[in-house]
Structures are given as C-alpha cells and as structure tokens.
C-alpha cells in the first residue's frame, strides 16, 4: 500500500510538474476544430449586447470555404453577428432589426494562408468593420440609427446553425476569442491584440483562452463567466499549443514612415528589448512587441534557463529584416540569441549576436518570431590573499574564475605565489569585457629580536628581560605577552 502511495504521489509530481512546463504560457493552448462537426456552444445569453459590439479571434486556417468563426446570429428576429470567412477572406456580417443582411464586406487580405492573423469585427452607431491584423480593411455604413444587436440565440464558436441553412463550421485553429458590448477602437483593438487582457475589463462580455486540457469546458474568463461546451469531439483531441502571438504587455507601431521607428519595452529589472531598423516589407503595416513574463514552455536548444522571452508579430506580412537588440541594466559581457517561429515550436535555434558597449545585437529577417536572449552581466574580479607579508616569507594571491587569468607577473591560472611586496594586478577576458584587479602588498622587514648573553642570577633575585618594544605580538616561553618579562627563578628562558 505505501509503495502504491509513494508511486501515486510520484506520478502526480510529474504530472504537476508537466502541466506548469507546458500550459500556462503566452497564448497557451489553442483548440483545433475539424471543419466537420466541431463547435463550442453556449447559453442564449444576450451579455448585455445592445447596439454596439466588438468581436476578435486569433485563427490559423487554410480552408477557403465557408465558415463562422463564431455567431450570436438570430435568424428569424432579425438581430446578431456573426464573424465569418468566404473565400479565404473575413467578414463581420449581421443584422440591426432593420430587416436588412449587413456585412462589412470582405477583407482585401487573404487570411486562409496557415498563419496566424487576429481578426476583429466592430459594429459602431451603424457602421459594420472588419480588422485583419490591427488594419481596416472594409466598413459598410449603414446610417441605421435604431440598431438593435440583441440577440436569443446561442452563442456558437466555430459555427452558424440555420435550420434552413444547416452548419457552417470552422476548419482550422482558434485562440484567445473576446467579445466587448462596446464598439472598440482602432487604437484598443492594437493594444489588445497582442497581450492578454485583464478579466474584469470593463464590457468585456465574453473572454475563452482555450487552454483547457481535458474534459469539455470551455471557460469563460470575462465577469460574466458563462462557460461553453465543445461539441462532437474533447478538448484532449481538439487542444494544440497555440502559435498565436499573445504575451503578458504589448507594444505597437502602425507608422505612416518606418524611418527611424523603434519598439523598446523595459521589463521589471530595466533590461530592455527593442525592435529598430524595420526594413519595409509590401504590404507591411504594423509591428507588435510582447513580453511573456514566465518561463517559456520549452527550454529546448537554450543555453541556459530563462524566465522571460519577448515576441515580434508583423502584421499583414513580413517586414524586409530588422534588428532585435538587448541590453541589461548592467552591461552585458556575452550574449545569444535564440528564436522559434511561435510559441508553438518547442525547440529555440541560436541567432548570430553581435556585443558590443554591452549591448546584444541579433539582425533577424522580418516574419513573426519569438525570442530569447541568454545573457552573462559583466563580472567582478576580487583577488584574495593578505596583503602585508614578512619579508623572506612568501604569500599566495589567488582569484576565483572560470577564464584564464592573467597576472601582472606574466604568470597565468587562479593563484600565484609572492615573494616581493609591490603592486600586483591581475586581468580576465570575460566575453566581450576585460576584467581587472590590483592589490598593494607590503613586504615588512623582519625585527631584529635578541635577549643578549645569558645571565646568572641568584636565588630571590629578578631580573627583568625585554624584547624590542614596539612589535604586535610578542610571547615568551613563560606564556607572557608582554614586551619584557622579569625572571625570578633559574631558567633557561633564552
Ligand atoms: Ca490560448
Ligand atoms: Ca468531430
């Protein structure tokens, strides 16, 4: 039974342990529906949906056909959305209560190409728009001004449900769904996109990361906490690790001119991370900086441990190149980079990094990636070792370093031997940085010690018997330690 126990205990350490390496990261999990029968649904719940909306999705498909990202589409009442691709292409569609079909129109980016893209619907004081990647990209105007979202209908993801229509489900992958009763800005929809947003943000209506594991619920992490089901399959089958690029704090630039742009985010130590000379890339619009503040789901190919890693999402399409430089608050002797595609990769490949002024520099072409950089600060050299000595005596200096030292001497290795008094330096090349040491020693002469001829004296006589005065310690066969003694009795005292 103990054994059972122990193993038990074992196991769950294990799976424990598995659990926080694999899933807690950046965008975590994504779920992979099969375009077949897969769906989350939910209660009809209206959320509080009234006459303005915003809708987004991180999705990665290839499938041209028709397919519903997600619904609150109520058919026969006339009222809803839904966000959808034809074509390759995303749309917002829907209806205000005004017995007319709106859609945004169709965006000009093809966004079934197998990368990632966030796709974001906003429904505004009439007006139906459609983001691909932070970007208008189409907008009807509607100049209803009665709009009515409500809707009774279930909230589907990865599915529209018609009875006279059937199913349109969603083939590929989905991650970091949000819905806000509130029309989003352009600006919002940028700073959000690229990092998690806080729970209770206000309108934020319905909120699923999709990093369950197992069973079949799919949280909802807005206030609301209106939890889904997955449908005709289980999040054991449908779950993958999400490529999507979502970190813990984002950044952004939409520049009219990329001359001179930079991105820089500081982390809680003031090391820094920058993105400079973005190279323009057609039809290139926009760059997003994250920061992961956790420890990646995969170590593989690091040099060393980390516990943080920063990500570069291009929008629309690669950027020509640019440069990712790094630096600590202190100065950097040695680094590397290290990036992976997203964060689905579980293997880091080392980029060519350049130090210099103590800054880490990787030139890097210009797709998506995410990165690490293992860094050494610049070290400090102590020699150790007294630094006074007896002359005709020797001492040992010696310092503590992985490098080869190099002594003032010519000598090299950890410690060397003195026998001078002097100045005494030492230097080690550290990576990119010279590092020093020096020492004063002082060599002091030895004091000339002498008690004199030998003297016979009486019993009951003294005689007092002194050594130099002066001098830090003294002690005499008799134990004292005083600088002269007086002998009273026969002995042989020196
Ligand atoms: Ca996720
Ligand atoms: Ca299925």
């Given amino acids: 039974m103990r054994t059972r126990t122990y193993f038990c205990l074992l196991i769950s350490a294990i799976l424990y342990i598995l659990n926080n390496n694999i899933h807690a990261q950046g965008s975590g ?18 959320r509080g949906i009234e006459n303005e909306v915003t809708v987004e999705a991180w999705i990665k498909t290839n499938s041209f056909g028709h397919h519903h990202i997600l619904s609150k589409y109520d058919r026969d009442a006339e009222r809803g959305f839904q966000l959808l691709i034809q074509n390759g292409k995303a ?42 990647d932070g970007k208008l990209q189409n907008q009807f105007i509607s100049r209803y001004e009665n709009t009515i979202l409500r809707s009774n209908e279930e909230l589907l993801i990865g599915n529209y449900y018609y009875s006279q229509l059937g199913n349109h489900f969603y083939n590929g992958q989905v991650d970091e769904v949000r819905i806000w009763k509130r029309a989003l800005s352009i600006e919002e929809i940028r700073q959000n996109m690229c990092q998690s947003v806080p729970v209770a943000s206000t309108d934020l209506v319905a909120y699923f990361k999709f990093d369950e594991t197992s069973g079949s619920t799919v949280k909802d992490y807005s206030n609301l906490s209106i939890d889904g089901v997955l449908r005709n399959t289980t999040i054991a089958t449908a779950k993958v690790t999400s490529g999507a690029p979502i970190g813990d704090k984002s950044i ?33 619009v926009g760059i997003h900086l ?35 430089n790094y ?56 020699i150790q070792g007294p ?47 010279l590092l020093t040491d020096t020492v004063q020693v002082q060599a002091f002469p030895k004091p000339a010690l ?13 005689v007092e018997l002194g050594a130099p005065p002066g001098l830090n310690n003294y002690v005499w066969s008799t134990g004292a330690t005083t600088s002269s003694i007086k002998a009273t009795t026969v002995a042989n005292i020196g």
């Fill in 450 to 462: 002498s008690l004199g001829d030998d003297i016979t004296i009486c019993d009951g006589e003294t």
């Fill in 327 to 382: 630096a600590v608050e202190d100065n950097i002797c040695s680094a590397s980079f290290f990036s992976r595609a997203d964060n689905s990769v579980l293997f880091w490949n080392p980029l060519a990094t350049t130090v210099q002024e103590g800054k880490a520099t990787a030139k890097t072409d210009g797709n998506s990636k995410e990165y690490v950089v293992a860094t050494a600060p610049v070290g400090k050299v102590n």
């Fill in 252 to 284: 952004y630039l939409y520049p009219s001119s990329w001359a001179g742009q930079q991105l820089e985010i500081k982390d809680e130590y003031n090391n820094s991370f920058k993105v400079d000379s973005v190279g323009i890339g057609s039809p290139m």
């Fill in 290 to 324: 994250y920061h992961v503040r956790s420890r990646p789901n995969s170590l593989a190919g690091l040099n060393n441990a980390v516990d943080s890693y920063y990500g570069v999402f291009t929008a629309i399409s690669p950027a020509t190149a640019y440069k990712t």
């Fill in 387 to 433: 630094n006074y000595f007896c002359a005709g005596s020797t001492i040992e200096l010696s310092v503590i370093s992985d490098a080869t030292p190099i002594w003032s001497t010519g000598e090299t290795g950890n410690k060397i031997t003195v026998s001078r008094g002097g100045k005494y330096w030492v230097s080690i090349q550290d990576g990119n940085c």
């Fill in 91 to 132: 749309c917002l569609a829907g209806r205000d209560g005004s017995g007319s079909y709106r859609l945004s129109g169709y965006s000009a980016t093809i966004v079934a190409d197998n990368s990632w893209h966030h796709i974001a619907g906003v429904v505004h004081e009439g007006t139906w728009t459609i983001y691909v």
């Fill in 29 to 46: 999990n994504a779920f992979k529906m099969d375009g077949l029968n897969d769906y989350v649904g939910f209660d009809n719940n209206n």
